[in-house]
């Protein structure tokens, strides 16, 4: 059954919601924990000769959100989610996180469309679209994502990241366990099927 036009309403008002507080984070951390480089600008995402990535804007010194469990702190992340594909050539990378992420949400929002899924699944939907939008549009303006939530190296190494991760892993752990919960109908079940 096709869901209703006010869930599709919600579903579009919670992916602008949830696309503006990614954007607008990352502005700020743009504007608070980096500043721009007065001289050599290197290319973007391109690595030298030894594999190195410089990046386009220089971090200022991390500041605490939970102290000793959460630091902000600028970086600039030209692969996937978490630094993946980060050394592969610009012309990959922009053909995998395209392809990637326009087909995904075809399919997630064609499935939300049809009804699919259960209430996590509709929950999900606008957290993962507005994640993937998010990176893209960073992607499309600055060549890389900016990223900007470290947990404490203290604790434990863990890549740097942003609200849009975590909306998209949030979303997708929605989404699993959406599909763990739904039955699944035996042989027994279907009228009319041989056993």
């Known amino acids: 059954m096709r869901r209703r036009?006010?869930?599709l309403l919600g579903m579009l008002a919670c992916l602008l919601v949830y696309t503006a507080a990614d954007l607008g984070s990352k502005q700020w951390a743009l504007d608070h924990l980096s500043h721009e480089r007065t001289a050599h600008k290197p290319p973007v995402c391109e690595a030298d000769e030894q594999g190195y990535l410089e990046i386009q804007r220089l971090p200022g010194p991390p500041q605490a959100l939970i102290k000793?469990?959460?630091?902000?702190?600028?970086?600039?992340?030209?692969?996937?989610a978490f630094g993946m594909l980060r050394a592969a050539p610009g012309w990959l990378r922009a053909l995998v996180f395209g392809a990637a992420g326009i087909g995904a949400s075809i399919v997630l929002v064609s499935m939300?469309?049809?009804?699919?899924?259960?209430?996590?699944?509709?929950?999900?939907?606008?957290?993962?679209?507005?994640?993937?939008?998010?990176?893209?549009?960073?992607?499309?303006r600055h060549g890389f994502v900016v990223d900007f939530i470290q947990v404490d190296p203290r604790l434990f190494e863990y890549p740097t990241f942003n609200v849009?991760?975590?909306?998209?892993?949030?979303?997708?752990?929605?989404?699993?366990?959406?599909?763990?919960?739904r039955p699944v109908p035996s042989q027994e079940a279907v009228p009319g099927r041989a056993v």
């Open 5 to 7: 036009k006010g869930a």
């Open 68 to 80: 000793g469990v959460i630091d902000l702190h600028y970086a600039e992340n030209c692969g996937a």
């Open 112 to 140: 939300f469309v049809r009804g699919a899924g259960g209430s996590l699944f509709a929950i999900s939907v606008p957290m993962i679209l507005s994640g993937a939008i998010g990176n893209l549009c960073d992607r499309v």
């Open 164 to 181: 849009a991760d975590v909306a998209i892993t949030i979303g997708v752990v929605l989404l699993l366990i959406d599909g763990l919960r």
